[in-house]
């Protein structure tokens, strides 16, 4: 049964969706949450929401509220090699439009070096209404530049997303283990990135949210997750030169541990269930769903798919009959069997279909 006062909710997972760096299989996720009394539970893949219809099913299936969100890489015009993190989280239908819109933009035009990359400017273009934010802890534009001591950059920054999600963005903080390092040359310990947020969050008068970064289930399983991630980056395991990227504690830890380890910002766990409250998507399931197809004339789908087959028989009569007797001849029986297969198109709801393809 859920937890009538949650302390914690997981707002960062990486499922097996995420392909290159998570191994979390979706109803195992569930379970734990459930288990644990966590109300909710977010599936941010990186870069895809390919788990989402899994994941709303199962987490609803077991009493839990499903959130989807998504990881993605934020551009880092300055260099292309380094690029930032930022979180979304669906708030509402709204977002989620908007998120789809955002990852197949992605996807088509701003891909580097096979990584689907989104723009800081996207936001301004298209709105960010139904969307939440947060900022990325240590490895987005905000940590990275206080990772660099550029507070008034960093201030910069947060500002400006705080306008771009007014009310709906949060400064994230991570402590994925202790000793963990921030990646890139001027690592320093994680810990120091979360003191410079804290800070700049209460200059700034943001709220901080806590999460941990969820890649795989259980604490046994992070050799099989370097495996993982080997494969995707091409490396050794055996390699004691490859960079290490995570930590043994990226498990699905209780709300009892997440407590433990943020027990120092209360408001930062707090915040979490919050932002559950505040996520609410509901998606309907079933029904097929088709883009619409729109006609020269605004005839009826129904007119013109029946219009654009016949114009299509004519078509493939002349190459099946040249001779025009022939063609006339035949063409009653040709008519009447075309006439049964769109008659059947129709009584299935298809004729939008037929026309895209």
Request: proline share 6%; aromatic share 8%.
């Amino acid at each position: 049964m859920p937890n009538p006062q949650p302390a914690f909710v997981h707002l960062r997972l990486h499922s097996e969706f995420s392909v290159v760096d998570g191994i979390v299989r979706i109803d195992d996720a569930v379970a734990a949450a459930a288990a644990d009394g966590m109300p909710a539970l977010a599936l941010t893949d990186l870069s895809n929401v390919f788990g989402m219809v899994k994941f709303y099913k199962a987490a609803r299936a077991a009493g839990v509220k499903p959130i989807i969100g998504c990881d993605v890489w934020l551009t880092n015009d300055a260099d292309r090699d380094k690029p930032f993190r930022l979180l979304l989280l669906v708030q509402a239908h709204s977002g989620y439009l908007r998120l789809c819109e955002m990852l197949t933009r992605a996807y088509r035009s701003n891909q580097y070096r096979g990584r689907v990359e989104v723009r800081r400017e996207w936001f301004a273009e298209t709105g960010t209404e139904g969307l939440i934010a947060l900022s990325g802890a240590h490895g987005g534009d905000v940590g990275q530049a206080l990772i660099a001591d550029n507070v008034e950059a960093a201030a910069a920054l947060a500002t400006a997303w705080g306008k771009l999600f007014p009310n709906r963005f949060y400064i994230e903080v991570q402590r994925p283990g202790p000793g963990a390092m921030t990646t890139g040359a001027a690592a320093v310990p994680v810990e120091v990135c979360v003191q410079c947020s804290l800070k700049l969050a209460a200059q700034l008068k943001l709220p901080v949210v806590a999460t941990h970064p969820v890649q795989f289930l259980r604490a046994e399983d992070f050799r099989a997750h370097e495996a993982r991630v080997c494969i995707s980056e091409g490396q050794m395991l055996s390699d004691q030169r490859r960079p290490k990227l995570y930590t043994e504690q990226q498990y699905f830890l209780n709300q009892e541990q997440i407590l433990n380890i943020f027990k120092d910002i209360p408001d930062a766990l707090a915040n979490s269930v919050e932002i559950a409250k505040r996520c609410n998507l509901k998606l309907e399931l079933g029904k097929s769903k088709l883009p619409l197809f729109p006609t020269p004339n605004n005839e009826s789908l129904d007119d013109y798919l029946r219009l654009r087959a016949h114009d299509g028989l004519k078509e493939r009569m002349a190459v099946l009959y040249p001779n025009a007797e022939a063609r006339e001849r035949e063409m009653p029986r040709y008519v009447e069997r075309l006439e049964f297969e769109i008659t059947v198109i129709l009584q299935m709801g298809f004729p939008g279909y037929f026309l895209i393809v």
